[in-house]
Structure formats: structure tokens, C-alpha cells
């Protein structure tokens, strides 16, 4: 069977802002611009990201509304039959259709696990009956660690055991002029707990730097201690924002501060729209930089060491060209394109 043969389910539940959710919209469309046959379902419904999926990619929502009922399994069961592969995105969308497909015999078509959960850097736990009834057959991990633990702890087969490192695609912003930046630090993350931006907020206060929070509000609790902790002027919140890359040119470095990640895919972001910035070294995506721009990372959350590495790298000039070219050789769509479907190729022989 030939690449462009192969019918290619993308499934999710639904298009909030979130890294898994990027992924899901670049995936699709890099698919469709290479020629595939790609649809994409979703569970719930669209959801805000999808005006950045190609208006050509034929999509369906099954708009559940209960998760137990046999009436959806069936109907959902019904699409995901005339698939020869269903990619499912997150262990919450696989262990939906993983049970729809033990419960109405589905035997053809090959179903994929994509996890994009970094917490098994800190809790190595199993999902719920992923070791039992639910186990998957085919994984994708978006990091050295989730493959080297589904083996491990799933006891997925090698062979079936894939890494496909994240990208992002590059966005055309505005052409940078010679005004002052709005902001000195920038930090991108959804607003939760493990995100860690009081950690950054109390850097800014600090440094009496300026600093300005994008994401969405996960957490309501955090987001409150967050703004309780503020005490300058120059510290912002930009909660609405899906377009994240557009914004990146109004700070002059970037932050990030999460306690673990399997991307992150701002990193990616940072250095696509040649950000200078510093990072908390966790994920494959800071594996990949750091040789490259070894300053841009730190192991600890030491709030002195990054006080001095935060000046250090406001006083110098970033090497936008060698972001650039880091980009393209690493986080290109061309070469994610060739291993998603060597891995497609690979799981329908």
C-alpha cells in the first residue's frame, strides 16, 4: 500500500489553545499540503483552532455530550471503520476510541496513541487499563523519555514504538523596526500550576524588569495567587491570545519556566521568530537546542542564577541567523512530513 493510499483519521476531542492542539492543526495540514488523505474528527467539537486548519481538510464532529453512550460509540465507530489508520491525540481521545474499537470489533484499521503529556518525567504511572484491555498497539511519543517509557512501562514493542518530535510552522509577523520593545521578558504558557510563572513573576519584580504572562487561564486558583502576587505596574496578562508568534516581537527575551514538558513547543516559536530567551532545561526540544545555544537553558531554579543569566543575555545581541538556521534544519516541515509517514508506512506493512 503506497502513502497516498493510506486513509488518515486525526482525532481529537476538541481545538482549545494548548500544545497538543497545535500540533494537531500542523499535523493535519502538513498532511494535506504532502497530498494525503487526511480527515479530522472531533469528539466534542472544532473548538478556536480550527480557523488554522486548511479550509480543505474535510472534518466531522461527533458533538458527544456523554462519553458512556453506546449511541455515539456507534456512530463514531461507523467513521473510524472507512479508516485505515486513526491517529488519536492525548490518552483521554485513545482510550475513547480504543474502547469503541474492543467493543464493535474493529480489525482493520490501525489505531495510534500520540502522547503529548510530559508528567511522566515526574510520575511514571500507567494510564487506567493501558497495561490490560486498553493497551495500545502503536505509540508515538513526542520525546526520548515517553518512547523509552512506553517500552518500559507499557511494554509496547520497539518496532512499534515511535519518537516524532514537535514542531511548529513559522508565521509571517510584522517586519521588526527600531522601537523600543514593549516588554523586557515575555513568558508563554498556559496559566497552571505546573507552568510555574510565579516563578518568573517574582524574577521580573526582582530585576524591576517588565513583564507580560500569554495564556489561557487553566487554572482560576493559580491564575488569583498569580495576581495577588503582583506588586508592579509592569507585569501583564495577555489571556486571549491564540495567535502567540505574532506577539513575540514586542519583548526582548523570551521566558520559560514550566517544571516538565515533552516539547516545549514555544521554544520552538521562540527561536522561529528569533527570540533570545531562557529556559528551564526539560523536553526533547531543549535536548535538540542546547548544544546550539547552551545559554539558553539552565538546570535548576536557582532564582539568583537566573537573575544573572537573564541580564547576561538582555546586554547581548541574539544570533537570529543561527536561530534561523537551527530552525530549518530541526523543526522544518519537510523532514516531520518524511518520519510521519515512514511511520505510517511502517504500521500498514
Known sequence: M??????????????????????????????????????????????????NMRVEIPFLELGRTNKWSLKFMFQCYLILKKFDIVHCHSSHVYRYIRLISRLFLLKRTKIIFQDHHGIVAVNKKVPLFFNSILKPEFYIGVSTLLVEWSIGA??????????????????????????????????????????????????????????????????VKYHAVLSDAITSKNIKFETGCDEVQSLLGEAKLGLHTSLYETGPLVLIEYLAQGLPF????????????????????????????????????????????????????????????????????????
Open 278 to 349: 531562557l529556559a528551564y532545561e526539560t523536553g526533547e526540544v531543549s535536548k535538540i537546542l542546547k548544544p546550539y545555544f547552551p545559554e539558553y537553558f539552565i538546570a535548576n531554579f536557582d532564582s539568583n542564577q537566573w537573575s544573572e543569566r537573564i541580564l547576561m543575555l538582555l546586554s547581548k545581541k541574539a544570533d537570529t541567523a543561527k536561530m534561523q538556521e537551527v530552525f530549518e534544519q530541526h523543526f522544518g516541515k519537510e523532514p516531520y512530513f518524511k518520519k510521519l509517514i515512514a511511520i505510517y508506512q511502517c504500521i500498514k506493512t
Open 154 to 219: 507499557m511494554k509496547i514493542r520497539k518496532d512499534h514504538s515511535f519518537l516524532l518530535e514537535n514542531i511548529i510552522i513559522k508565521e509571517k509577523t510584522k517586519e521588526k523596526t527600531d522601537k523600543p520593545k514593549a516588554y523586557d521578558l515575555l513568558l508563554v504558557s498556559n496559566i497552571k500550576e505546573n507552568k510555574n510563572q510565579l516563578f518568573a513573576l517574582q524574577l521580573a519584580e526582582k530585576l524591576q524588569l517588565s513583564l507580560l504572562l500569554v495564556g489561557k487561564v487553566q487554572d
Open 2 to 51: 503506497t502513502a497516498q493510499s493510506i486513509k488518515i483519521l486525526q482525532v481529537i476531542d476538541t481545538l482549545d489553545v494548548g500544545g497538543a492542539e497545535k500540533v494537531f492543526v500542523d499535523m493535519c495540514n502538513i498532511l494535506y499540503e504532502n497530498q494525503q488523505d487526511v480527515t479530522a474528527l472531533f469528539l466534542l467539537s472544532g473548538g478556536v483552532l480550527q480557523k
